[in-house]
């Protein structure tokens, strides 16, 4: 905290020393005041042993080394905040999206006249929409699987019966039958007309749906509910023995990482299925992820299970 003046007359100084701290980055503002004194930094000897200039050196060395360590410290455990964990129900909201990138990919054909190719996509698209369905729907039976829609009735005094999901399905239903039989018989005009009903009906459905439920998933976490097993038990046990269910994954990742809403879209989805797969099962889930994505998008994934 010296001045220039106290600087250059200070008697507990010897320039020879202050000047010739050889291997150390003084401070700027002690350079600036020793250029003004006409001292050279690159002109001095080493400082001698316990001499003052010395230990301003090591103060200077110890504190550089200090504000680094601390840097390096906040860095990693910043890095370890910003780890993503894996979010099970991710399985059922980005499957969402799923559906939503398949609607735009169909609209884009239809109205592009694209009959064939927007046929092909409709029998995928309807496929894995029907499996997503059976997870909320569940099998009709009375015990377990049971699916959301009956695991949310159950624990918010029938909060889905109250609120139509499962007569918005319906309506649904008969709409693709409708699409599909435009389809059969090659008739384009029909095919756009059923499509642009359907696509408005599905998207305020799919809007609903999350308007109610995902707040839900939410409270249930708060509640103490094990979601994983939950999803794993009442919901994936639906679908995981399917034949289809190597297609469920695959078409999911095709559509999550063309239509990423500027989100790791398909990273949340698999990182989901990660976390409910047991080692053997998820030998086989990541061989089918690896097939489908691409490798930036595929080491994404790795990168948030290795963390």
């Not at 316990?50 to 080394?65: F, P, W």
């Not at 979010?87 to 969402?96: K, L, P």
């Not at 696509?199 to 976490?221: C, F």
Request: aromatic share 6%; hydrophobic share 40%; net charge neutral.
């Amino acid at each position: 905290n010296l001045s220039q003046s106290q600087f250059s007359s200070s008697s507990l100084f010897s320039v020879t020393e202050i000047v010739c701290v050889r291997g150390h980055n003084l401070p700027k503002r002690i350079q600036r005041l020793l250029s003004n004194m006409g001292c050279s930094q690159s002109t001095a000897v080493e400082p001698q042993k316990g001499s003052l200039t010395q230990r301003l050196a090591d103060r200077v060395s110890n504190k550089s080394i200090k504000q680094r360590l601390a840097a390096s410290q906040q860095a990693s455990e910043q890095a370890k905040l910003e780890k993503p964990k894996p979010q099970v129900f991710a399985i059922m909201r980005n499957g969402h999206e799923v559906i939503r990138g398949a609607q735009l990919d169909l609209k884009e054909l239809i109205e592009a006249g694209d009959l064939d190719g927007a046929h092909v996509l409709w029998e995928k698209h309807s496929k894995w929409m029907h499996l997503h369905m059976t997870m909320e729907e569940g099998n009709g039976s009375d015990g377990s699987p049971k699916g959301m829609f009956k695991v949310l009735n159950e624990k918010f005094d029938g909060i889905v019966e109250k609120a139509s999901l499962s007569d918005m399905h319906d309506d649904l239903h008969a709409k693709e039958k409708a699409i599909s039989e435009a389809f059969a018989a090659k008739n384009i005009r029909k095919v756009q007309s059923e499509f642009a009903a359907y696509d408005s009906i599905n998207l305020s459905h799919l809007n609903k749906e999350e308007g109610i439920m995902m707040p839900k998933v939410q409270e249930m976490k708060k509640m103490g509910v094990p979601m994983k097993k939950l999803m794993i038990q009442e919901l994936l046990a639906l679908v995981v023995d399917s034949p289809d269910f190597e297609f469920f994954v695959k078409f999911a990742n095709e559509i999550l990482e063309k239509h990423t809403g500027g989100m790791p879209r398909a990273r949340v989805w698999d990182h989901a299925l990660w976390a409910v797969a047991t080692p053997d099962q998820w030998t086989v889930w990541d061989a089918w992820i690896k097939e489908t994505l691409k490798p930036e998008t595929y080491q994404e994934l790795q990168d948030a299970i290795a963390g």
